[in-house]
């Protein structure tokens, strides 16, 4: 009786991805505290998902847009002033194969936003979000990895490194923090506002993981004299996810998603900002498993039938990060004499090419130079600067599947004479890349008492029938060989047209009979 162990194999399965662009977009009424609008000046702001709901065949995304509105009033003594109001907006993205109870990671940024007048005390926002979705779903499967009392089975197996998952996880997280201003400040409003998740580190401990990152937190803001100043400021972001069985050799992939947030002054006097933001951060843990795969067996004695199904499972997972370096100079003009604020600088991922030994990514760093004139009032100016990120000493990098995301880790501008302008950037760039492996496998085996047995083509009776060897095979032999040993039984087909080459060939032919001729 042939008995079969099993091991566990944990799947988790890309169902789905699916990359949309969906809009948000509403209007505000200027409040009476505030000039009319002339124009607007520059637009920003920052996108927060607070629910996501994966039902059948889509997945429904909810959020809000808050926007930063710079503008210049109409009829006042102000050069600037500045807007602050939150855009809801509610999507439902078709996903074909998506079932209610799977996970869905999200990435959703800002391609755009922008705030046009409609009249003096009403303006229109209008915000182009870049969604990226990805559906998972989590499957255990039990793969026959060896068979007892086989004495008599002739077994093909193929030794598989794969990537199995040990768990996955997730936290809120609630970084919050009084962001302080120069004591000279009386802050009047605030221009504009920034949120960039940076530095982002695990540590893997007993059964759980640390995530570590800092929310970068830029706020522009206007004083009550009429300066305009910016404020720099990290909070820490540390959370601890419980996966049971996680160790340090696992591989983790972690995704922060921003849920919430609130940017508001504080009293005058006390020259502050407060900070709330909602973070949800989740992990999902990878370790690599040896698989011995049974994939064919055959016994000349015994009746074995089989079944075979196929899975989808990740082999070769591994994540990279590098920092690619950008030190160029642009030139602009008539910027002579004007004080720079602030630069918002964007990596875009343009074309992704992949070659045997590395991949390569086109790309470009967007640019908005906000400037400052003896007048105090605001230019914005934009700017662009390709640049290239390769990632080398790969192995098929063509038959990878990958996922690169790049951040500012740093950035500098000095301007120099001649309206030339010193950009020294570090994007940091983390890429996580993993192969699909399509598996056949053995999922069932029953030993047939009586009745046929069913043989697999690709290893048994018909197997063996196509790599035996016909007389076509030793044909250019007999030209060059100065013998032949054959073994064979004594098939008369088969040793005619033997016989024939042999007439007009000076090679020795010798024959060991086959075992299979009595």
Request: charged fraction near 30%; include cysteine.
């Amino acid at each position: 009786m042939i008995e079969a162990q099993r091991e566990n194999l944990n799947i988790n399965k890309l169902i789905a991805e699916r990359k949309e662009i969906i809009l948000a977009e509403g209007d505000m009424i200027v409040p009476d505290s505030k000039p009319d609008i002339l124009n607007t000046i520059g637009t920003s702001g920052i996108v927060s998902i607070y629910k996501k709901e994966v039902q059948s065949e889509k997945v429904r995304l909810d959020g809000t847009v808050n926007a930063y509105i710079m503008y210049m009033p109409d009829g006042a003594d102000d050069t600037v002033r500045g807007l602050n109001t939150s855009v809801d907006f509610s999507e439902s993205l078709n996903v074909p194969n998506c079932e209610e109870g799977m996970n869905a990671i999200s990435d959703v940024k800002i391609k755009s936003i922008e705030a046009k007048v409609i009249n003096g005390r009403k303006i229109g926002i209008k915000a182009t979000l870049e969604v990226n979705l990805k559906i998972y779903s989590n499957d255990n499967v039990e793969i026959i990895n060896e068979v007892q009392n086989e004495d008599d089975v002739q077994i093909l197996k193929e030794d598989l490194k794969l990537n199995s998952l040990v768990g996955t996880g997730s936290t809120k997280i609630y970084a919050k923090d009084n962001i302080q201003i120069d004591n000279m400040d009386n802050l009047a409003e605030i221009l504009q506002a920034q949120v960039c998740l940076v530095d982002k580190d695990i540590k893997i401990s007993y059964n759980k993981v640390l995530t570590k990152a800092e929310a970068e937190i830029k706020i522009m803001y206007l004083t009550e004299d009429n300066r305009i100043n910016v404020v720099i400021y990290k909070i820490p972001v540390v959370g601890f996810i419980d996966i049971p069985d996680v160790s340090e050799e696992n591989i983790c992939d972690v995704n922060y998603e921003i849920k919430n947030i609130i940017i508001k002054p504080n009293s005058q006097d006390e020259h502050s900002i407060y900070v709330e933001i909602e973070i949800e951060v989740t992990c999902c843990a990878y370790e690599v498993k040896q698989i011995n795969l049974i994939q064919d067996m055959y016994s000349p004695t015994q009746n074995l039938n089989f079944e075979k199904k196929q899975i989808t499972t990740m082999t070769s997972k591994q994540n990279i990060s590098g920092v690619k370096q950008i030190r160029e100079k642009i030139n602009m003009n008539d910027i002579d004499g004007l004080n720079l604020l602030d630069v918002e600088t964007t990596p875009v991922i343009l074309n992704e090419n992949k070659i045997n030994t590395k991949i390569m990514y086109e790309a470009e760093l967007n640019m908005k130079f906000i400037f400052e004139n003896s007048r105090k009032q605001i230019n914005v100016k934009d700017a662009k600067i390709p640049f290239e990120y390769t990632i080398e000493n790969l192995q098929n990098g063509e038959s990878l599947n990958t996922n690169c995301d790049m951040g500012i880790k740093s950035q500098d501008f000095i301007i120099q004479d001649g309206g030339d302008i010193s950009c020294n950037v570090d994007v940091q760039a983390d890429t996580s890349m993993y192969r699909t492996a399509n598996l056949n496998m053995i999922d069932s085996i029953v030993e047939v008492e009586d009745g046929e047995r069913e043989e697999t083509p690709r290893y048994g009776a018909e197997h063996y029938k196509k790599i035996e060897t016909v007389p076509e095979d030793l044909k250019p032999y007999f030209a060059s060989a100065k013998g032949i040993y054959i073994f064979k039984n004594s098939d008369p087909f088969f040793w005619r047209k033997i016989i024939k080459y042999k007439e007009d060939s000076d090679s020795k032919v010798m024959w060991e009979i086959g075992c299979d001729a009595t």
